[in-house]
């Protein structure tokens, strides 16, 4: 491992309620956006993650951790999101992504979805700039960005802000991970289950959150927090032809200026994927920066293309307030 690191293991962070969960880490991102609005993921740095963490043989070099490049003009700090239930996630064909997304606005609903970029080029959907394909592209990063292992889709050595580490801190051979390693790891959060929603404890409660669902239509925001899409045929059973009720369109959205931070290959600093509402009563911090700490504050975050949705929210009377939260509470 390392020598740069964030965290020993992956449930050093996706730990909480479970293993996949959540945890109280920041992760440092920063790249810059040139003049013509493209992104630059100062790869020259070492790419977009810095480092917080050093083992102790380049301690002793005096070397405790990466600075963020005095080149990134973005930066963000993003807390840990659930992991659970994206393997089915990874099962929706690309072609459904395609046919919500509306990049220029064509049906004039004041929300454009754009799909994510990998830095390759492919359709994206993992991340929160929706720039991983898949989920052994971003198990393969996050060895290689978390904790500083090698494996085969991230061979290439470790660099400290983008300089070669000095002699003798790396001694292993790249790759660190063999195959099958890698290809354990990524089951393992491919078949974690989605967190199964709460059951309200009576008919007062059920019948607030059944109108709590449906102001969340009625009010827009189930324009971008889409409630259920369909896994295509998939060789393994548990994923094949599913109905997966995420709450998300996959698709990246230009929020404004409470979500600012890093861009990404194919998004832009204030463009943030839509995240899958689903485990919503069991976590504690809100946006990708973890800066809302109630589901009120995230919803006023929202900005830019959600600027309607979120004004009719602010309309709503007290009691259909309530109801709403208690219906996101639910998931
Ligand atoms: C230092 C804390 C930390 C460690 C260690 C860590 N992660 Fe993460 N993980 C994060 C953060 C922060 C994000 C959100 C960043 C993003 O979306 O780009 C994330 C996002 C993810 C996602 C994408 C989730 C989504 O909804 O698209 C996957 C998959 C993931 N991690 C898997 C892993 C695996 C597998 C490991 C171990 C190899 C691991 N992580 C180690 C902090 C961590
Ligand atoms: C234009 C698309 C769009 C609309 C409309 C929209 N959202 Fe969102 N929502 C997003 C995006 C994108 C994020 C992620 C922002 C971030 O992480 O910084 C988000 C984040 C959230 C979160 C935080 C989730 C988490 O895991 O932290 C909640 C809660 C939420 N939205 C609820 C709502 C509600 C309720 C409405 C209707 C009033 C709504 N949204 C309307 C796109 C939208």
């Not at 659930?82 to 004039?108: M, Q, T, Y």
């Not at 925001?221 to 548990?238: D, K, M, N, Q």
Request: hydrophobic residues 35%; negative net charge; charged residues 25%.
């Amino acid at each position: 491992m390392g020598p740069l690191f964030n965290e020993n293991q992956c449930s050093a962070c996706h730990t909480d309620p479970a293993s996949g969960g959540s945890g109280d880490q920041i992760v440092v991102r920063a790249a810059r956006v040139l003049a013509d609005g493209s992104c630059d993921l100062l790869e020259e740095w070492g790419r977009e993650n810095i480092r917080s963490q050093a083992t102790p043989a380049l301690r002793s070099l005096g070397i405790y951790r990466e600075e963020i490049p005095p080149e990134a003009n973005t930066v963000d700090r993003v807390a840990v999101p659930f992991l659970f239930g994206l393997g089915l996630l990874e099962a929706i064909p690309d072609s459904v992504l395609l046919g919500l997304a509306d990049p220029e606005d064509r049906n004039g609903d004041g929300i454009s979805g754009r799909v994510g970029r990998t830095r390759d080029g492919r359709l994206g959907r993992f991340g929160f700039k929706a720039d991983h394909a898949d989920l052994e592209s971003f198990t393969a990063a996050a060895f290689h960005q978390e904790m500083g292992i090698t494996n085969p889709l991230r061979p290439e050595p470790e660099r400290l802000n983008g300089r070669p580490l000095p002699e003798g801190v790396d001694p292993l051979p790249e790759p660190e991970l063999d195959h099958e390693s890698l290809a354990l790891t990524v089951d393992f959060v491919r078949f974690l289950a989605p967190l199964p929603r709460r059951t309200p404890p009576d008919t007062q409660s059920a019948r607030l959150v059944e109108r709590g669902e449906a102001l969340f239509r009625t009010i827009g925001c189930a324009s971008c927090h889409i409630p259920v899409l369909e896994t295509g045929s998939h060789p393994v059973e548990a994923l094949s032809r599913k109905r997966v009720p995420l709450y998300s369109d996959l698709l990246l959205h230009d929020l404004g200026a409470d979500v600012r931070g890093v861009c990404g290959p194919g998004a832009g600093p204030t463009e943030v994927r839509t995240p899958p509402l689903w485990g919503l009563g069991r976590r504690r911090v809100f946006l990708h920066h973890g800066r809302a700490t109630t589901l009120s504050q995230a919803i006023l975050a929202h900005g830019g293309e959600a600027d309607r949705a979120r004004r009719a929210f602010e309309a709503l009377r007290e009691l259909e307030r309530v109801a709403l939260l208690r219906f996101l509470e639910s998931l």
